[in-house]
């Protein structure tokens, strides 16, 4: 099974920022939908953030705060998350899949996850 791997994640204030990276292990996710979920205890998996062949569409609770990018030369993508709150508190992951090229924000439609990293925004 393919697997992302994801890094970066930490504890930080609220107001903070932090960078989290997601290495796809092959060339051809370069051309895949690239996304970010967060799920927190007792909570769905929610979603986050999600880049495609050049767009990119963010939750209304993220946007403003929060940027995907994509360095293609290492196939590696970044969510950087800015003014962080305590409700960004989670598990994030990132997810890929081969069965679209559109931007989609459901989880179940992502094929490829990675191992998940802990954020966590202290008040």
């Known amino acids: 099974q393919v697997r992302l791997v994801e890094s970066g994640g930490g504890m930080v204030q609220a107001g903070g920022s932090l960078r989290l990276s997601c290495v796809a292990p092959?060339?051809?996710?370069?051309?895949?939908?690239m996304a970010w979920f967060r799920q927190a205890p007792g909570k769905e998996r929610q979603f986050v953030a999600v880049?495609?062949?050049?767009?990119?569409y963010y939750d209304d609770a993220v946007k403003g705060r929060f940027a995907i990018s994509k360095n293609g030369g290492n196939n590696t993508y970044y969510l950087q998350m800015g003014s962080l709150k305590p409700e960004d508190t989670a598990v994030y992951y990132c997810?890929?899949?081969?069965?679209?090229?559109?931007?989609?924000?459901?989880?179940?439609?992502?094929?490829?996850w990675g191992q998940g990293i802990q954020v966590t925004v202290s008040s």
């Open positions: 997810a890929s899949t081969s069965r679209t090229r559109g931007i989609t924000s459901t989880a179940s439609v992502y094929d490829y």
């Open positions: 092959e060339p051809t996710f370069s051309t895949y939908p």
């Open positions: 880049w495609s062949d050049g767009r990119v």
